[in-house]
């Protein structure tokens, strides 16, 4: 079964850092490109952050650009979304997205004093 | 880079049909889209991705009564004998080389 199971995210202060992870099965990790898209609560969705494949490819929002980093692992299957300087508005539900076709459940981050 | 622009809300009847629109920016009509469907309180699920020419491929487990089409800049997702359960939100969203891009959504009411 193809999988994608979100982790990594809580509550954090103003100006901190959070690393989300998202670990892929039932599927070549390697051959798809991911993206991070997020949901702040009540509201639409918006992509945030791809990489490809092989990882040597981003791309960022210019939101979260100069703040966030995407990264990847093959060999663990798992993709990465090293947040810092977070910011109060950076609040929402976060999601893994296997290129257009696959979601996972999405992992909480709520930045708050 | 596209702009997509959904309607706020829509209604239907049980049983009834319903057709969403996604539309896309000028210059941009031929770009492939993908709509996404969020029942309240889960995680987004992917319908199907429209191509250029009007085709669709759904996927896996999406039911029959799901069908896309294209006139233009615009991009359709048809569901017919609609069922309490298609009550949800539904999104489209494209991309290019160096981004990808949402639509704001339309919230289906089952009436």
């Known amino acids: 079964e193809v999988q994608l199971v979100d982790s990594g995210g809580g509550l954090v202060q103003p100006g901190g850092s959070l690393r989300l992870s998202c670990a892929a099965s039932g599927f070549t990790f390697s051959n798809y490109g991911m993206h991070w898209v997020r949901q702040a609560p009540g509201k639409g969705l918006v992509w945030v952050s791809r990489v490809n494949g092989d990882g040597s490819g981003t791309n960022y929002a210019d939101s979260v650009k100069g703040r966030f980093t995407i990264s990847r692992d093959n060999a663990k299957n798992t993709l990465y979304l090293q947040m810092d300087s977070l910011r109060v508005e950076d609040t929402a539900m976060y999601y893994c997205?296997?290129?257009?076709?696959?979601w996972g459940k999405g992992t909480t981050v709520t930045v708050s004093s | 880079q596209p702009v997509l622009t959904q309607s706020s809300s829509a209604s239907a009847s049980l049983g009834s049909s319903v057709k969403l629109t996604c539309t896309l920016s000028s210059g941009h009509s031929g770009y492939i889209i993908a709509w996404h469907q969020q029942q309240p309180g889960k995680a987004p699920r992917y319908l199907m991705k429209i191509e250029g020419s009007g085709s669709y491929n759904k996927g896996s487990g999406v039911p029959d009564r799901f069908s896309g089409s294209r006139s233009g800049t615009d991009r359709y997702l048809t569901i017919s004998n609609l069922q309490s359960e298609d009550e949800a939100d539904y999104y489209c969203d494209t991309w290019d080389s160096n981004t990808r891009v949402f639509g704001g959504g339309t919230k289906l009411t089952v009436l």
């Open positions: 997205v296997r290129a257009v076709d696959v």
